[in-house]
T-cell receptor, first 114, second 111 residues
Framework: KAGVTQTPRYLIKTRGQQVTLSCSPISGHRSVSWYQQTPGQGLQFLFEYFSETQRNKGNFPGRFSGRQFSNSRSEMNVSTLELGDSALYLC???FGQGDNSPLHFGNGTRLTVT | GNSVTQMEGPVTLSEEAFLTINCTYTATGYPSLFWYVQYPGEGLQLLLKATKADDKGSNKGFEATYRKETTSFHLEKGSVQVSDSAVYFCALKHGTYKYIFGTGTRLKVLA
């Protein structure tokens, strides 16, 4: 069974630009969550989608947004990039929503903002 | 609200040493508890889990016991290897609420 796939693996962008990251979940997984990982802040929750609806949201500004498609694939978008947005962005999927099944993570997209 | 606190790193050990990484939690009711591991250049992967009090999760020589009375879920391994060098995250999940992760503990094992 294929794992969680995140594309691209690496991105370099300039301040003020916008970026879109993609996540393809494991087949059958309907819940997709996004996390930002930085050395100083650890793992910060961005949002969770289930059946194309946002179910949970973290404390990030409105520049961070996401969506989920009918095939459960998800994208997150960051507009007006700032230097502080440089981080590893991780996508995690699970079968259900509201259950305690483990998260399955992708290898992440490393975003560098210059 | 729910929270997870784990010991600061980095932890540096010699090969075959005993490992303990402390994790305590705050939550109402009975959350499920997890340890995830992140190897360099990769995402997190589940190491072990426990879903109720006194459960012991185990995998790859690692163990952790769900202690309700001390609200703890400490990770242990009797003899670490160089290949265990990674970042370890304690986490909890309760009902429909999102996963809560600790800040991560970096482990470095020296040959």
């Amino acid at each position: 069974k294929a794992g969680v796939t995140q594309t691209p693996r690496y991105l370099i962008k300039t301040r003020g630009q916008q970026v879109t990251l993609s996540c393809s979940p494991i087949s059958g997984h309907r819940s997709v969550s996004w996390y930002q990982q930085t050395p100083g802040q650890g793992l910060q929750f961005l949002f969770e989608y289930f059946s194309e609806t946002q179910r949970n949201k973290g404390n990030f500004p409105g520049r961070f947004s996401g969506r989920q498609f009918s095939n459960s694939r998800s994208e997150m978008n960051v507009s007006t990039l700032e230097l502080g947005d440089s981080a590893l962005y991780l996508c995690a999927t699970q079968f259900g929503q509201g259950d305690n099944s483990p998260l399955h993570f992708g290898n992440g997209t490393r975003l560098t903002v210059t | 609200g729910n929270s997870v606190t784990q010991m600061e790193g980095p932890v540096t050990l010699s090969e075959e040493a005993f490992l303990t990484i402390n994790c305590t939690y705050t939550a109402t009711g009975y959350p499920s508890l997890f340890w995830y591991v992140q190897y360099p250049g990769e995402g997190l992967q589940l190491l072990l889990k426990a879903t109720k009090a006194d459960d012991k999760g185990s995998n790859k020589g690692f163990e952790a016991t769900y202690r309700k009375e001390t609200t703890s879920f400490h990770l242990e391994k009797g003899s670490v290897q160089v290949s265990d060098s990674a970042v370890y995250f304690c986490a909890l999940k309760h009902g429909t609420y999102k996963y809560i992760f600790g800040t991560g503990t970096r482990l470095k094992v020296l040959a």
